[in-house]
């Protein structure tokens, strides 16, 4: 989970009870959890790594990462039960992915765009489609 200021995206650290902004050079009392995050995802051709950020862990985890954050400090084992109800999903999700240089290695890297349960009614039916134009 990443730590942000309210009204932007930038990350903070927490200092004596409140939260500093470095790149705003600001305190904050408060601030919210967002999530980012990377998971193994694996299909019929195999297994990758991709980047999950807040709206498509929220659509995963079923929780926000503030009320997440909030159930680790509270109760360890139910922060776990929450974890490992999101393993072994079948879920459907749109990708990008592109490949970025540094220093002479070529590294893949994959994010996730949309997430959502499987419909396996609608899949099928749109196979079925692509079948039927052949």
């Known amino acids: 989970m990443r730590v942000v200021t309210p009204g932007t995206l930038g990350q903070v650290v927490e200092e004596h009870g409140s939260y500093h902004c470095e790149a705003h050079n600001q305190s904050f009392p408060e601030c919210k959890h967002r999530y980012v995050t990377q998971v193994h995802v694996n299909d019929y051709s195999g297994g990758a ?27 360890e084992d139910a922060f776990n039960r929450v974890l490992k109800a999101a393993t072994f999903k079948s879920m459907a999700m749109r990708v990008k992915s592109k490949t970025d240089e540094y220093n002479g290695v070529q590294k893949r890297k994959i994010m996730v765009h949309s997430l959502q349960p499987m419909d396996y009614a609608a899949e099928s039916n749109r196979l079925l489609g692509l ?3 052949m």
């Open 49 to 75: 790594y991709v980047s999950l950020f807040n709206d498509q862990a929220e659509a995963l985890l079923g929780q926000t990462a503030d009320s997440l954050a909030e159930l680790k400090g509270a109760d």
């Open 131 to 133: 079948i039927a134009a």
